[in-house]
């Protein structure tokens, strides 16, 4: 595809679409929100996967513009579920080099500056912990301009980065989500199975929630249940889904 000259139509036109996929939480065994993953609805190529786009976007003003999106339409589905009643959080991942530009605090306060607090709390900004590792002095700045807007943050992909414990304790990240290589192999690899130990311990001395991501068997979630893991979320329970979707299946979910 050739990406940066469709992206404006994209936009306009109203092509890229996020999907929902459920986070369960094993304390309670309730759906307690979803993160948001975007889609490009192609004319031509059909439904493309971020993997096919998003890397073209990068240092480009349209990370920016798509982030925006991606932040707008998130605060209108939380807005929507308020009004249903669903206290719902929904995570977004924004690209590595709008969150680390100049534009990012000005986004922000500008996205959350007329949402009430109960939306604020229900947002949470995925940052890859590669991203938190780039310029700590802009990353520390700019995680502050989240939180001091109310946002929540979960440190994503976490393992795949290699932070320091000091660093990691200074981040002010709510939660942890383990990347899915690791889980992925949690029942056949025995090193697999020790990096999610640890990146547990880890984070619960720090009192960090856990979220392990790419959950797909029984087994997996047993392992993760017994370690102590607060979230899952995976084809265990559900793809990532349109928003209709999403709901329905959530409403019937046990
Ligand atoms: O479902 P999946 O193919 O959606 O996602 C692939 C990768 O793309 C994931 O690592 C995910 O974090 C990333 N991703 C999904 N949606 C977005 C988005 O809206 N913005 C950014 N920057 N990354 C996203
Ligand atoms: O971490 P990212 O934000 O990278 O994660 C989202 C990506 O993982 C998306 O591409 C999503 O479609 C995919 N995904 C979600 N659940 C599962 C799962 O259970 N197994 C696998 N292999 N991929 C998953
Ligand atoms: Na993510
Ligand atoms: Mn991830």
Redesign the pocket.
Known sequence: VRVLEQVDEALAKKQFE??Y?PKINYRTGSVEGFE????WNHPEEGLL???RF?EHLEFTEY?RQ??LF?MESAVGVICEFMNLGLPYTVS?????S?FLSEHFPDDITGTMNECPHEVRDRLII?I?ETTALDDTTTVMKNLSVCRNAGLGISL??FGTGYSSLNYFRTLPAQEVKIDRTFVGDLIGNQDNSMIVEAILRLSQSFQRRTVAEGVETAEQEERLLSLGCDVGQGYRYSP?LPLAEALEWANTFT
Request: zero cysteines; proline letters at 12%.
């Open positions: 996020l999907y996929q948001a993953l975007i889609r996967s971020p993997a998003l990370a798509v982030g991606v977004i991942n924004l690209s590595p709008h995925e890859l994503d992909d990532p």
